[in-house]
């Protein structure tokens, strides 16, 4: 081996022959790592959406819920008052019966 000195051309040299072909492996290699995480990105978004989607979904189930448990508690207690005004009826109107039959004995 000799001992020259390094000149700007062998550097040169150096860097196109060794250094040029790494970088582009590395770039090629960035370029697919790049991709990869677009597509990733991209479900991650896809993810987000349905997400809100499913967000607001369950947030209108339990607003009808809601409002159906009211409006079903509010028929029970309506039925609930008809029930006892019909059986009021009914004992008034089975007690007029006994009056008409006891009246025909």
Do not use: Y
């Not at 991709?35 to 967000?55: G, I, P, Q, T, Y």
């Amino acid at each position: 081996m000799t001992d020259k000195p390094l000149t700007i051309e062998d550097l040169n040299n150096f860097g196109r022959d060794m250094l040029a072909p790494a970088f582009e492996h590395i770039n090629e290699q960035f370029e697919r790592i790049d991709k990869r995480f677009d597509a990733v990105e991209s479900r991650l978004e896809n993810l987000e959406a349905e997400m809100v989607a499913l967000r607001q979904d369950l947030s209108d189930i339990k607003e009808r819920l809601t409002r159906l448990e009211k409006a079903v508690k509010e028929d029970t207690n309506a039925l609930s008052h008809e029930v006892i005004d019909l059986r009021e009826r009914v004992k008034n109107l089975e007690a007029r019966l006994l009056k008409l039959e006891q009246s025909r004995s």
